[in-house]
C-alpha cells in the first residue's frame, strides 16, 4: 500500500463555516490531502484564503437552495461533507436565563442547519452511491453544563443523535456518517472569550483556561486542543483509511469526557 | 501535512499477538509507517521474510512477563508504542451455565490481566521519557453483550475498556496517550476458518452464514465485516502525531453496529 499525502485527490469537500476557528483548519487540512475545497460562511474571510468560498446563511433555506445549485454548476457532487457551522450566543446563567428565542437560535444554527444541508447534498451523494458526511458536535453533548452554553450542549447531543440514525439508513448505498466531539479547542474565538473571562475575574489568560478546565471536571492532558488537532481526526475520517467508520462520534478531548 | 509514510520513523512499537489477524495487519501498518516493529505471540508464524522482530512469549503466564520486556529492552530500547491486541477465546458458547471457572480464568488472564502485566512492565520507560502511546484492542462486545457465545469474553472486554480509561486518567497528565479500540466484527483467518465450520455444521453457505453471525450483533448497517487492515489504519492513526489530543477513549469501528448514540 503506498502512504501518500494526497489521499483526497479529485474529491470536492464542502466546510461550512470554514473561514475560521475549526473550519478553517479542517478546510486547510483537506485542501493539503488533496481535496478540491469549497467553504460556506456569512462573510468572506478577510483573509486571503486558497479555498473557494460560497456566501450561505445556513438557517435561511433560501440560502441552501442558492448553496447546492451554485455547488452543482460550478463543482459538481461533493464527495465530503463537514456540517462543522455551528454556536451559541445564548446567556449563562442557567435555565432561567434562556428565552425561547435562544432555544430556537441554537436549535437552528447546531442542528437544523445541518439536517437543510444534509438533506440538499446527500440524494446527490446516494446516486453516486458513496460519501463522507461529518457533523462537528461538541464534548458539551456528552458532558451538559448548565451554568453556560445549557441549550448548546442540548442540541449538540440531538445532533448525536441525528448523524448517528442518519448514519444507520445510509450505510447500506455507501455513505457514511460520522461525528467529530472536540472538548475546549485554542480557536480565536476561546482567545478571545479567555481574554474577557480573564479580566473580568482579574486573573491571567492561562489561569482563566485552568478554571475553565477545571469547570469540565480537569483535562488529564492539561491543555485545550489546536484547531488542528480537531481537523486530523476529520481528514482521517473522511479518507478511506477510515473505510469500516460509520455511525461513531469520536472524542477529541484529551481525556476530557468522565466516563468509561 | 507530512509524508504518513514517515510519520513513525525512530519508533519502537511493540505489538503483542502480531503474528496473524488485526495484530499482523497492525504490525504491518506500523512498519508501513517507518517504525520499527516487535510482535510477540506463543508461535512463530513460520514466515521466513518476516520484516518485525519475532519473540516468543505466552504472555498469560505472568513469570514471563518481566523477563521478556527486559529483554526488549536491552536489545531494542524504550518502547514508543505499545498495542495490546492479544485477546480472543476458546470458552463454549451456549450461555453463563456452560462456563466453568477455567473458561472465566483463561477469558480474563487472555482478555484482560496479560495486558495489565505488560502494561506494568513498559509503563516506568515511558513514564521516564514522559511519552509513550499505548493502545488496547477491545471488542464490539465490551459495549454490546452477547450472552449466546463469548460471555466472558464480552466481560473481559468490558473490563478491559474500563480498565484503559482509567490508566489513561493516570498517565495522560505524564505524557502518555492511552486509548482502546472496538472493532466490530472482522474478517481474519480465525474468523473464516469459523465461518466455514458454521457453513459445514449447519449446511449453509459461508455468505449465508456470514449473514446469520452479523444479524446475531442485531445487524451491520454497513452490510459486511471489517477487513483486518481497516482496524490496523485507525490503529495507525492513534498512535501517530495526528492524535496528539487523542487520549481515554474507546473508537467503535464496527460498519454501525453499535446500536446505541
Not at chain 1, 16 to 31: R, V
Not at chain 1, 39 to 56: L, N
Amino acid at each position: 500500500m503506498d502512504k501518500q499525502t494526497e489521499q483526497l485527490n479529485g474529491k470536492i469537500a464542502l466546510v461550512t463555516g470554514g473561514t475560521k476557528g475549526i473550519g478553517k483548519a479542517i478546510a486547510n487540512k483537506l485542501s493539503s490531502a488533496g481535496a478540491t475545497v469549497i467553504v460556506t460562511a456569512r462573510k468572506p474571510s478577510e483573509e486571503k484564503s486558497e479555498h473557494h468560498f460560497i456566501a450561505a446563511d445556513l438557517t435561511n433555506s433560501d440560502d441552501i437552495v442558492k448553496l447546492t445549485r451554485q455547488l452543482s454548476n460550478e463543482f459538481g457532487t461533493p464527495d465530503i461533507l463537514i456540517n462543522n457551522v455551528g454556536g451559541t450566543s445564548s446567556p449563562a446563567g442557567g435555565f432561567q436565563m434562556l428565552s425561547d428565542e435562544d432555544w430556537n437560535k441554537d436549535i437552528e444554527l447546531n442542528l437544523l442547519a445541518s439536517i437543510r444541508l444534509d438533506k440538499a447534498i446527500i440524494p446527490q451523494m446516494l446516486e453516486k452511491k458513496s460519501g463522507a458526511v461529518i457533523h462537528i458536535s461538541s464534548l458539551n453533548g456528552k458532558i451538559p453544563l448548565y451554568q453556560s452554553n445549557f441549550s448548546y450542549g442540548v442540541m449538540k447531543s440531538a445532533l448525536n443523535a441525528y448523524s448517528k440514525t442518519l448514519a444507520n439508513e445510509v450505510a447500506k448505498n455507501g455513505i457514511r456518517v460520522n461525528t467529530v466531539s472536540p472538548g475546549m479547542v485554542r480557536t480565536t474565538a476561546m482567545e478571545t472569550f479567555l481574554k474577557g473571562f480573564a479580566e473580568s475575574i482579574g486573573k491571567t489568560v492561562e489561569e482563566a483556561a485552568q478554571q475553565i478546565m477545571d469547570g469540565l471536571g480537569g483535562v488529564p492532558l492539561n491543555r485545550l486542543a489546536e484547531p488542528e488537532e480537531i481537523a486530523n481526526m476529520v481528514a482521517f475520517l473522511v479518507s478511506d483509511d477510515a473505510g469500516y467508520i460509520t455511525g461513531a462520534n469520536m472524542l477529541v478531548d484529551g481525556g476530557t469526557y468522565p466516563a468509561v | 501535512m507530512e509524508k504518513l509514510e514517515n510519520e513513525l520513523t525512530g519508533k519502537i512499537a511493540l505489538v503483542t499477538g502480531g503474528t496473524k489477524g488485526i495484530g499482523k495487519a497492525i504490525a504491518d501498518r506500523l512498519l508501513e509507517a517507518g517504525a520499527n516493529v516487535i510482535v510477540i505471540a506463543r508461535n512463530h508464524p513460520g514466515d521466513e521474510n518476516l520484516k518485525h522482530h519475532f519473540i516468543s512469549a505466552d504472555l498469560t503466564i505472568s513469570s514471563e512477563t518481566d523477563k521478556l520486556v527486559k529483554e526488549i529492552s536491552e536489545k531494542f530500547g524504550t518502547i514508543d508504542i505499545l498495542v495490546n491486541n492479544m485477546g480472543g477465546s476458546n470458552s463454549p458458547s451456549g450461555g453463563f451455565a456452560v462456563l466453568s471457572d477455567e473458561d472465566w480464568e483463561r477469558d480474563l488472564q487472555l482478555n484482560l490481566q496479560s495486558s495489565v502485566r505488560i502494561d506494568r512492565a513498559i509503563l516506568p520507560q515511558m513514564v521516564a521519557k514522559k511519552s509513550g502511546v499505548i493502545v488496547h484492542i477491545s471488542s464490539i462486545t465490551g459495549a454490546l453483550p452477547v450472552y449466546e457465545s463469548l460471555g466472558a469474553y464480552a466481560v473481559a472486554k468490558g473490563a478491559l475498556n474500563n480498565y484503559s480509561k482509567s490508566l489513561s486518567k493516570e498517565f495522560t497528565p505524564q505524557g502518555i496517550r492511552v486509548a482502546a479500540v472496538s472493532p466490530g466484527m472482522v474478517r481474519t483467518d480465525t474468523m473464516d476458518n469459523y465461518l466455514q465450520s458454521l457453513s459445514d455444521t449447519m449446511g449453509i453457505t459461508v455468505e449465508q452464514a456470514t449473514q446469520n453471525l452479523m444479524s446475531s450483533l442485531g445487524g451491520v448497517p454497513m452490510g459486511r465485516m471489517a477487513l483486518p487492515e481497516e482496524i490496523a489504519e485507525l490503529v495507525g492513526f492513534l498512535v501517530s502525531p495526528r492524535a496528539s489530543y487523542i487520549t481515554g477513549v474507546n473508537y467503535i469501528i464496527d460498519g454501525g453496529a453499535n446500536p446505541s448514540v
